[in-house]
């Protein structure tokens, strides 16, 4: 009931004093201009290493990576030839291990290639404890195994890894508490493109 009462208190300051709950409780990491620049470089590190994506795939993690994943194949459409672009989709649902837990949203895997002996860019919008990744290495050998592994995440939080997992390419490192929240809104499903810390 206490719970309760207090969530209300919040959501009616909230409602009265947006300007302030903005000010003193969100920070922004990065604003649309800044996500957009950002998206644009990690696409010509991930083009330096995998010059025209020669026996290279890319593959968002389901759900909210795709978001990351479409906008960097957008940008690689406009440097490579398009046809050169192997794209997929991983839903990692019953990969997690705390699928018995509590209720997941299926998504779709789309991977309609094999993977076997190539460079697999894994593509996330927030690494945090590593466990996502985890789900998501042990789902790739469901398509084959690959040559090497690579991990881009838009943002990388560097406190509370609890597995040994690092990205290769790193849109922005930043440094939060376990209390803290980071969230990325998305144009396609938020109404607008802005990362920020709660």
């Not at 508490?177 to 144009?187: C, D, G, S």
Request: aromatic share 12%.
């Amino acid at each position: 009931m206490g719970r309760l009462f207090f969530a209300y208190l919040f959501f009616v300051w909230y409602d009265r004093f947006p300007y302030f709950y903005k000010k003193y409780f969100l920070k922004t990491i990065l604003n649309e201009q800044q996500l957009e620049i950002t998206i644009q470089r990690l696409t010509h590190q991930l083009l330096e290493n995998h010059l025209d994506l020669e026996n290279t795939v890319l593959i968002g993690i389901q759900p909210r990576g795709i978001y990351f994943s479409d906008r960097i194949v957008q940008q690689l459409k406009s440097q490579v030839n398009p046809a050169s672009i192997r794209y997929g989709k991983l839903d990692i649902t019953f990969y997690r291990d705390d699928v018995r837990t509590g209720l997941h949203e299926l998504n779709q895997t789309d991977i309609p290639f094999s993977i076997e002996n190539t460079n697999v860019v894994l593509i996330d919008d927030v690494l945090w404890t590593g466990r996502t990744i985890r789900a998501a290495l042990d789902a790739l050998l469901d398509f084959g195994r690959p040559a090497k592994v690579e991990l881009c995440v838009l943002i990388d939080r560097r406190f509370s890894r609890q597995l040994p997992i690092q990205s290769d390419y790193t849109g922005k490192s930043i440094d939060s508490i376990i209390t803290q929240k980071v969230k990325v809104y998305w144009k396609e499903k938020d109404g607008k493109d802005e990362v920020t810390l709660l």
